[in-house]
Structures are given as C-alpha cells and as structure tokens.
C-alpha cells in the first residue's frame, strides 16, 4: 500500500538534537562487485550517547510517521527511544513530531535499519525492538528484500539484553507464519508469547498509524513478543 502524502514542515522546526543520518556514522555502504552489503563487525558505538542522560534503550525498525515513537516516548519517560526509517522524508517527518512536543528521551535516524543492527550497535545494549508493519515485499523473487531475514534476525538477538524483547506486528498472515518459523529456526529467542489486541481509547491510541487504517478497515492484525 502506497503511502500517503506528508504535509509540509515548518521551516523554523530545528531538528538537530533529533534527527542523525546513519552514513555521517558509519560511511557509505561498502558494497562488493555482487552489491550485497559486507558483514563488517559492529563498532563500539554507544547508542546512549544520543540522549541527554543514560536509560534502557528501545529501538523501531521503520518509524514512518513517528506515532508509536512519540507515544510510547511520552508514556515511558524512563526509557530512551530510538528510530530508524529507510525513507529520508519520512525519518524527518517523525524528528519533527519529537522536535515539536520536545521529547528528550526519542531520537530518530535516517538511514537503513539492518545496517545499523549490522555495523553500528554494541552487543545487549537494547531493552526492546519494535518492528511493526514491515513492507512484505509480496512477490516471492522479492522475499529476499524483507527486512525479517536470517542476519537480522540473528542481529536483533545479538542486540537485545538478556530478557529484552522483540514486539513483531504485521497484517500479512503469510509474512507472520513465515517469520515465526524464521525466528525459530535462526534463534533461540523464546516465543511467540500472545499480544492481546486493546481496544482503543480515542482515533490515535493504536501503535501506529497503519495499524489505526487496518483496524478501522476491519482487517486483522498478527502480533508476536519473543523474549531473549
């Protein structure tokens, strides 16, 4: 599903204390002659060095337009919070929405998230990583593009702390069953544990903006939590 139009930024909203670009961190991608990505060992980053003060980390893998981030910022000021979204545009849509309600404890980073988990994040530094509603690539020539592959997989685990959760969510049955039995064959995460579906309290108490367009669709969601 295409996405939808972003309205346009304030010219004056400064994002610097919200927005970094992932190559001004690591550089651009090392491709070899094939154009697969190099398997570079993650360097000793410290993700905690984008907040103000140290707290348990939490990551998303695809912010879009930044409504679980900003939310669950607010609803957990103890914890930091840390997006990634692949498109420029929308990664900047989302800093703005922390910029605007002045959020200390998110930040968001422009750039490919499997790179990230690959070559920049230290072992056991995240409480918890969020994935929700990851592009499914339909055609089968294309599941090698999916975001919920073996090496990322294998990385998410290697990036959660001990009893550090992976929240996975995506309206695509066949992606669902799919990386269940990915996650089970790659890890040795524990799971899938049920995701109760909450009703909602008002139009924006939904994880995330696509969840609220399929649940107003009628459509049903598929919810997963694996404990490291």
């Known amino acids: 599903m295409a996405r939808r139009a972003l309205r346009k930024l304030a010219d004056t909203l400064d994002l610097s204390r919200h927005l970094r670009v992932l190559t001004d961190l690591v550089g651009p991608p090392p491709y070899v002659a094939s154009r697969e990505p190099t398997h570079a060992q993650p360097t000793t980053f410290d993700p905690q060095s984008f907040f103000p003060r140290p707290a348990p980390l939490e990551i998303e893998i695809g912010s879009g337009k930044g409504l679980f981030l900003a939310k669950a910022a607010l609803a957990l000021p103890e914890h930091n919070f840390l997006g990634v979204e692949l ?9 703005a929405r922390l910029a605007r309600q002045d959020l200390d404890n998110a930040r968001m980073v422009s750039g490919d998230g499997v ?29 090698k593009r999916r975001v919920m592959n073996a ?35 790659a890890t040795n995460l524990t799971g899938p544990l049920p995701v109760p579906e909450q009703a909602p309290q008002h139009d924006l108490d939904y994880r995330t903006n696509f969840e609220r367009r399929k649940r107003k669709d009628g459509l049903p969601i598929y919810r997963a939590e694996f404990r490291r």
């Open 115 to 143: 790179r990230m988990f690959r070559e920049l994040l230290p072992d056991a530094c995240a409480a918890a990583v969020h994935v929700y509603f990851p592009d499914p690539w339909w055609k089968s020539r294309h599941h």
């Open 87 to 95: 498109v420029h545009k929308y990664a900047t849509f989302c800093a």
């Open 151 to 185: 090496g990322f997989v294998r990385d998410i685990q290697r990036v959660l702390e001990p009893g550090g959760a992976l929240h996975f969510w995506t309206d695509v049955e066949q992606y669902y069953l799919g990386t269940l039995e990915l996650l089970a064959a």
